[in-house]
């Protein structure tokens, strides 16, 4: 029977027992179980495609598992749709916010409630509110529109609408994923303390290491779709976690540094561009990346990382200023771009590098299907050349690919990323722009695209690296950036940044 739970109600177990769920002839889940108890704070970790994503959504009713079941505080329940997981008191917190931004943090709590009035009388619910948030550990302004909210204040807005829907189970699915260091753990602060008070019980998806050692109780590690360890977070360290993940200690790949920064390679004097919503400015006064060195630009989604990025790719026109290369102006055309040895590796590559239906040897020529011997204009394509082209680079980025003749849809998201960075750092290259590199990629890939980055810095390449992703860019870059607000926020080098005031430079409170 289905029990609603009321705003008092306290924390209670979530058990997914023997969970298999297969796709056709693709088993995504193979005999899965998992026991968060009343009360705790439970990691789910796991490689791109390991099942985690699977597995909570049999647990909330999106998916129906092939077999196995779901005990909630210890009673078999039949799942059938997200509505009854939300009746028995599970909720889930996704990735992106699913608030309405024109709305005040008030309505967006009250219109969510199944029994929300046609006509709400506001002065009985803004009562009832106060009451409620009387009894919570952190406030939001709940007065405000949403879109004026901090990422930090509208991430715990998601957390309080679940608690003031009733819910006492959550899943939170990257939780701290567009927030600052410190927001990320102010929040998960807050997560803890409602665990340790019995509040609630926390099944939270991640990957950052760091998160589950200082907030988790206890860890479940999935491996193509199975259980490959779990135990309490106590005992085991990061390398015991990485070795679930993998099957394996992983493999120490960082490449180490050397030479020193040389001569500018690309410079932004004064730029102006629109932004995506043609509202606000982008305004880089002064930018300048060196041959040898890696240039951080950290910041929270949104301050305009993408927007630089369209400038630089040529997609985004400018209103003022100049970009160049060596000195010379730089409309990032394709001849431009050869001229100059520029390359790029731009987030989602299947989308925005890719013709995904193409093979992975055509995808592999892009740079040089219209190129004959010494560099000469080819009007014909060699399928020979393509063909060579394709073995080498394969076999030099280790791109694992059923054939070089397989779309390139076709490869993991991984593979698809090492196939462009072949592409893109094959032949002479004295400028590499990226973007968010190693977005939802797995550990080994992770490894591996970090590791050529570095490499072809050492080479004495200039690299321009926007990342969302501040622990990747305390890794990579020698120099570190903080773009807020679309503009260039602070400066510092790597080696002396301190991540607390990143942070706040990111969050715009510095």
């Known amino acids: 029977m289905t029990r609603v739970l009321t705003a008092e109600a ?16 693709f088993r995504a889940l193979d005999n899965v179980t998992i026991n968060v108890n009343a009360g705790s704070f439970h990691a789910l970790l796991g490689e791109n495609g390991a099942g985690k994503s ?18 909630v505080a210890g009673c078999e329940q039949a799942i059938t749709d997200p509505k009854v997981a939300h009746g028995l008191g599970l909720g889930m917190v996704y990735q992106h916010f699913t608030l309405v931004p024109s709305l005040t943090g008030a309505e967006n709590l009250v219109i969510n409630r199944a029994d929300a009035p046609r006509v709400i009388n506001w ?27 901090a990422a930090g204040e509208k991430q715990k807005l998601e957390i309080l609408k679940q608690l003031y829907l009733g819910r006492r189970f959550l899943i939170l699915d990257e939780p701290t994923s567009v927030l600052t260091p410190d927001e990320a753990s102010e929040v998960l602060g807050h997560v803890r303390a409602l665990t340790e008070a019995g509040e609630i019980s926390v099944l939270m998806i991640t990957h950052k290491f760091r998160e589950v050692t200082q907030f988790a109780d206890e860890v479940t590690v999935l491996r193509r779709g199975s259980v490959s360890g779990s135990g309490p977070v106590r005992d085991l360290s990061a390398e015991d976690m990485a070795r679930m993940m993998m099957g394996k200690a992983p493999e120490q790949t960082q490449t180490a540094r050397t030479g020193t920064p040389g001569a500018a390679v690309l410079e932004l004097d004064a730029v102006r561009a629109a932004d995506r919503s043609g509202l606000k400015t982008i305004e880089i006064d002064s930018l300048a990346v060196h041959g040898g060195e890696i240039l951080g630009i950290a910041g929270v989604s949104g301050n305009g990382q993408v927007e630089l990025m369209e400038i630089l790719t040529g997609q985004r026109p400018v209103s003022g200023g100049v970009v160049r290369i060596k000195g010379a102006p730089y409309l990032a055309t394709r001849a431009e771009a050869k001229a100059h040895k520029v390359r790029y590796l731009p987030e989602e590559p299947l989308r925005n590098a890719c013709a995904p239906k193409m093979s992975v040897a055509e995808n592999l020529a892009f740079r040089l299907f219209d190129e004959g011997p010494g560099h000469r204009p080819r009007f014909w394509k060699s399928g ?10 394969i076999a030099r980025f280790n791109v694992k690919a059923a054939s070089a003749d397989a779309p390139i849809a076709a490869l993991s998201g991984g593979n698809v990323q090492r196939a462009v ?10 400028l590499l722009i990226v973007s968010n590199p190693c977005f939802g990629l797995d550990f080994s890939a992770v490894s591996a695209i970090r590791a050529r980055i570095v490499e072809a810095r050492n080479r004495g390449v200039a690299v321009l690296l926007i990342s969302e992703d501040l622990d990747e860019t305390l890794e990579l870059a020698d120099r570190i950036l903080v773009m807020s607000e679309g503009r260039i926020a602070f400066e510092a080098p790597a080696a002396r940044a301190d991540v607390a005031e990143i942070g706040r430079h990111m ?3 510095a």
């Not at 699977?54 to 005990?71: D, E, P, Q, R």
């Not at 009562?127 to 952190?138: H, K, Q, R, S, V």
Request: hydrophobic share 50%; proline share 4%; net charge negative.
């Open 54 to 71: 699977t597995l909570v959504k049999c647990i909330m009713g999106f998916y129906h598992a092939t077999s196995g079941g779901v005990l």
């Open 384 to 393: 020979r050349q393509i063909a060579a082209n394709a073995d080498r680079l």
């Open 10 to 25: 306290g924390a209670f177990s979530v058990e997914a027992v023997g969970m298999t769920m297969d796709f056709g002839g």
């Open 507 to 509: 969050a715009g409170h």
């Open 123 to 149: 002065a009985k619910e803004r009562a009832a509110l106060a009451e409620f948030m009387a009894g919570m550990p952190f406030s939001v302004p709940l007065d405000l529109p949403v879109s004026r909210l």
């Open 421 to 430: 960075l072949a592409r893109e750092l094959s032949g002479d290259v004295e």
